[in-house]
């Protein structure tokens, strides 16, 4: 397989997320893997719900060994007159590929199944798992919904690599993600008389302006490697007219979370805000709740996928400001970094690309991370 051209044939099947429709993709892999006749591959399409699957291959060995992952959905294109070509269609020029989905992270999937093909004349001391996800952009359905199956249990391995974007850099760690949603409660009243209603929107400016504290508590901790856990209001929205008090207003939360902070943690400081309000003022009341929450990332140095990372790549390792799958790799026991072609500079954005050297360079370290671990 040529990895550029099989990098434009993933970015040909629309999986944005939501809604995800990721089954046709994950079954375009499946035979992909099937057509190359490895001997004692397994390869298992995980449908967990209409349109939507998952992708579990292993090639067994008589250890654990490599696990290889990544996520096939991808966020919405936008506007398509604003791209140069079909955010679809997966062009080649330039010395790039063009199309949603070449950096974030289609271009790594590709990379990964080339390698993985390279394998297939070669006895595996070691068993090589590879596992894509549906629903990564939009809180890890796919992964979740292995996980909760307990449809993992049977990839072992010692060490794993999740293909976004690095450039080609080992990431060894990023924050955790932790997004709330706070609704403030007032009571709407015509705008000429405010005494008579409780302005939700006021009463969320004030539950903005007494966050200090409780970031100053978070930021007592301190990882040596991602700093200290951050809580940033991103989304507000309140009111239904220009003359009327508003009765309700919704704030999000962003919180970027080092290891010993999680969902708890943040929904426990938020609540204790808006708790310490409520005293002085009777008429602030608000619910809150974890919208949404990815974990940190934190593998030593020492381990031998960061090692072996640093070696094949002739970097050193780096901490990365994005959140992945990786650590949940690593709660079953598997130490995994971030490994993969492009650049998350042009994730998420009109004209998405990946170049034809970082593929190329990904489908190299990939299938001598193969070689190291495996045979």
Same mark, same amino acid.
């Given at each position: 397989?040529?990895?550029?051209?099989?990098?434009?044939?993933?970015?040909?099947?629309?999986?944005?997320?939501?809604?995800?429709?990721?089954?046709?993709?994950?079954?375009?892999?499946?035979?992909?893997?099937?057509?190359?006749?490895?001997?004692?591959?397994?390869?298992?399409?995980?449908?967990?719900?209409?349109?939507?699957?998952?992708?579990?291959?292993?090639?067994?060995?008589?250890?654990?060994?490599?696990?290889?992952?990544?996520?096939?959905? +991808?966020?919405?294109?936008?506007?398509?007159?604003?791209?140069?070509?079909?955010?679809?269609?997966?062009?080649?020029?330039?010395?790039?590929?063009?199309?949603?989905?070449?950096?974030?992270?289609?271009?790594?999937?590709?990379?990964?199944?080339?390698?993985?093909?390279?394998?297939?004349?070669?006895?595996?001391?070691?068993?090589?798992?590879?596992?894509?996800?549906?629903?990564?952009?939009?809180?890890?359905?796919?992964?979740?919904?292995?996980?909760?199956?307990?449809?993992?249990?049977?990839?072992?391995?010692?060490?794993? +690599?999740?293909?976004?974007?690095?450039?080609?850099?080992?990431?060894?760690?990023?924050?955790?993600?932790?997004?709330?949603?706070?609704?403030?409660?007032?009571?709407?009243?015509?705008?000429?008389?405010?005494?008579?209603?409780?302005?939700?929107?006021?009463?969320?400016?004030?539950?903005?302006?007494?966050?200090?504290?409780?970031?100053?508590?978070?930021?007592?901790?301190?990882?040596?490697?991602?700093?200290?856990?951050?809580?940033?209001?991103? +989304?507000?929205?309140?009111?239904?007219?220009?003359?009327?008090?508003?009765?309700?207003?919704?704030?999000?939360?962003?919180?970027?979370?080092?290891?010993?902070?999680?969902?708890?943690?943040?929904?426990?400081?938020?609540?204790?805000?808006?708790?310490?309000?409520?005293?002085?003022?009777?008429?602030?009341?608000?619910?809150?709740?974890?919208?949404?929450?990815?974990?940190?990332?934190? +593998?030593?140095?020492?381990?031998?996928?960061?090692?072996?990372?640093?070696?094949?790549?002739?970097?050193?390792?780096?901490?990365?400001?994005?959140?992945?799958?990786?650590?949940?790799?690593?709660?079953?026991?598997?130490?995994?970094?971030?490994?993969?072609?492009?650049?998350?500079?042009?994730?998420?954005?009109?004209?998405?690309?990946?170049?034809?050297?970082?593929?190329?360079?990904?489908?190299?370290?990939?299938?001598?991370?193969?070689?190291?671990?495996?045979?």
């Amino acid at each position: 397989m040529d990895v550029a051209q099989l990098t434009g044939s993933l970015i040909g099947f629309d999986t944005v997320s939501p809604p995800g429709n990721e089954e046709a993709c994950a079954r375009f892999i499946a035979d992909c893997l099937k057509d190359m006749h490895i001997e004692g591959a397994s390869v298992e399409l995980h449908r967990f719900a209409p349109g939507r699957a998952n992708l579990v291959a292993t090639l067994r060995g008589e250890s654990p060994g490599l696990l290889l992952a990544g996520h096939i959905d +991808v966020v919405p294109p936008g506007e398509s007159s604003a791209w140069s070509s079909p955010p679809f269609e997966g062009r080649t020029r330039d010395g790039r590929v063009y199309g949603r989905g070449a950096a974030d992270m289609k271009g790594g999937i590709a990379a990964m199944l080339v390698a993985i093909e390279s394998a297939k004349r070669k006895r595996l001391k070691r068993s090589l798992s590879f596992v894509a996800t549906a629903g990564e952009e939009v809180g890890f359905d796919g992964l979740r919904a292995l996980l909760a199956g307990k449809r993992l249990e049977g990839v072992a391995a010692r060490c794993g +690599v999740v293909g976004e974007p690095t450039e080609m850099k080992v990431v060894r760690g990023h924050r955790g993600t932790v997004t709330c949603r706070v609704t403030v409660h007032g009571r709407s009243a015509h705008a000429s008389d405010p005494s008579l209603g409780i302005n939700a929107i006021e009463k969320t400016v004030a539950f903005i302006e007494k966050l200090g504290p409780l970031r100053r508590e978070l930021s007592k901790a301190v990882d040596a490697d991602l700093g200290r856990t951050i809580v940033t209001p991103t +989304v507000i929205g309140g009111g239904t007219k220009g003359n009327v008090i508003p009765d309700s207003c919704e704030l999000t939360i962003d919180a970027r979370t080092i290891p010993g902070h999680d969902g708890r943690t943040i929904l426990e400081g938020l609540g204790a805000v808006a708790e310490s309000l409520h005293k002085r003022d009777k008429d602030f009341t608000a619910d809150i709740e974890v919208l949404y929450e990815t974990l940190p990332l934190s +593998v030593a140095r020492s381990e031998e996928v960061v090692k072996l990372g640093e070696a094949l790549t002739g970097s050193d390792s780096v901490i990365a400001p994005f959140g992945t799958e990786a650590p949940d790799y690593c709660r079953l026991g598997i130490p995994t970094v971030v490994l993969g072609p492009g650049s998350v500079r042009q994730a998420h954005i009109y004209d998405e690309f990946v170049t034809l050297e970082q593929l190329e360079l990904a489908e190299t370290v990939y299938r001598e991370l193969i070689t190291d671990v495996c045979t």
